[in-house]
């Protein structure tokens, strides 16, 4: 072979040589290529444990179906992984707002899944604690929510000297005694007085019907801002809506004194007894559009042991009273004197004082009787304060 002939092979080897070393190197930065990719989608896939895709949009959450699932509007729980509206799937810590999945920490709202502990107003799952407006599902600590159902010790019978309520008064400024203990009641949700050591006035009124003194008495108790609890029958709520209504709107609680006014202590059967009381709520909530306030009062005082424990299972607390004076009688209403002299020497500390709307006496009396008990040192507060129980509705 000549010289020029061995030279142009030497030349055409050295072009496929390039080539192949090219095409090689192009391979080897595909292939990284292709591997930095892969490892980019595997990098964000362990950002998210246990495969869980969190929707943004609508706030669900797919992945481990062992997880609880609470929905953050409802705080209803189902069957999946949890998420709000900001969920941080698989246990990472959302904002303020958040609502973390599979055992994160909440922010200052959000609802913690499977035992954490939620913020002020959160919801637990599982065990948690709530806070003051929270609702435990599955065994939690309900917040200030009322207290629990009250359980007498074993062997324990509440009896009542009478099924007339009465009351003996001894000194002036001592508590009356009634025909049952505060403390054998109170097993009952059932109220007669409250603690002796404050001087505090629960100020109450029965209302059977309206003859034109119902307004003054919500203009003393306005003028000088006194809450009172207003337990009226089926007969008021028919005649009287509009006052039911200003009552209502001046912050008083209106109480159940059953719709027919009848002797509560004859009746024995359950299903009558919560109907005089089921009449009052529904009829007032067609009036006011309000809840009424979970308080009972017997007519006439006429009670049982058996009607206290019926009205406890109805969500009632049975209120009685420890001052009361003859001011029922529309024909024969005590004087001004007689009456203040009555109820301001047998007022006392915890006092729940009976009134009636019906008395002309005490319209006229009202604001010189408020007058003379804040003098003597008397404040007044609502009967949630002697039940312990939070209402939705005056109280």
């Known amino acids: 072979m000549s010289h020029g002939g061995r030279k142009a092979r030497r030349r055409r080897r050295r072009r496929q040589l390039i080539l192949a070393v090219g095409g090689a190197g192009i391979l080897a930065v595909a292939a990284v290529s292709l591997l930095l990719l892969r490892g980019g989608r595997t990098e964000g896939a362990e950002r998210l444990p ?6 943004q949009r609508n706030g669900t959450s797919e992945g481990d179906v062992g997880n609880a699932l609470l929905n953050s509007v ?7 992984t949890a998420a709000g509206l900001g969920a941080t799937p698989g246990g990472g810590q959302p904002g303020a707002a958040g609502t973390p999945a599979g055992g994160g920490q909440a922010g200052a709202a959000g609802t913690p899944a499977g ?11 599982g065990g ?3 806070g003051a407006a929270g609702t435990p599902v599955g065994g939690g600590q309900a917040g200030a929510a009322g207290p629990a159902k009250k359980q007498p010790p074993e062997g324990f019978e509440l009896v009542f000297a009478s099924e007339d309520w009465g009351l003996s008064f001894g000194e002036p400024g001592a508590q009356s005694v009634g025909n049952a203990s505060a403390e054998d009641l109170a097993w009952y949700d ?14 109450t009124f029965d209302c059977g019907y309206e003859n034109g003194n119902t307004e003054p008495i919500l203009d003393a108790l306005q003028k000088h801002g006194v809450p009172a609890t207003f337990f009226v029958v089926g007969h ?18 209106v109480g159940n004194h059953t719709y027919h006014h009848p002797d509560m202590s ?11 009381l089921d009449d009052v709520a529904a009829l007032f909530h067609e009036v006011t559009g309000e809840e009424l306030s979970p308080y009972y009062r017997p007519p006439q005082g ?11 299972e109805a969500g009632y607390f049975t209120i009685f009273w420890s001052l009361a004076y003859v001011d029922w009688d529309t024909e024969k209403q005590p004087s001004h004197d007689s009456a203040l002299e009555k109820l301001t020497a047998r007022i006392h500390p915890g006092a729940v004082v009976l009134l009636h709307n019906t008395s002309r006496t005490n319209g006229e009396i009202l604001d010189q009787l408020l007058t003379k008990w804040e003098e003597m040192g008397y404040i007044f507060k609502p009967l949630s304060d002697l039940t312990g129980n939070v209402v939705s509705a005056a109280d």
């Open 128 to 130: 948690g604690q709530a």
């Open 50 to 55: 246990g495969a869980a895709i969190s929707d």
């Open 74 to 80: 409802t705080g209803e729980p189902a069957g999946g």
């Open 115 to 125: 035992g954490g502990q939620p913020g002020a107003a959160g919801t637990p799952v």
């Open 236 to 253: 008021f709520l028919e005649t009287a809506p509009e006052l039911v209504k200003r009552m209502v709107e001046e912050g008083h609680t």
């Open 266 to 276: 004859s009746i024995s059967d359950y299903d009558s007894f919560r109907k005089e």
């Open 190 to 203: 059932a109220y007669y007085v409250g603690d002796d050591s404050e001087k505090i006035i629960y100020l």
């Open 302 to 312: 006429k009670c049982n042991a058996q009607n206290v424990k019926m009205a406890q």
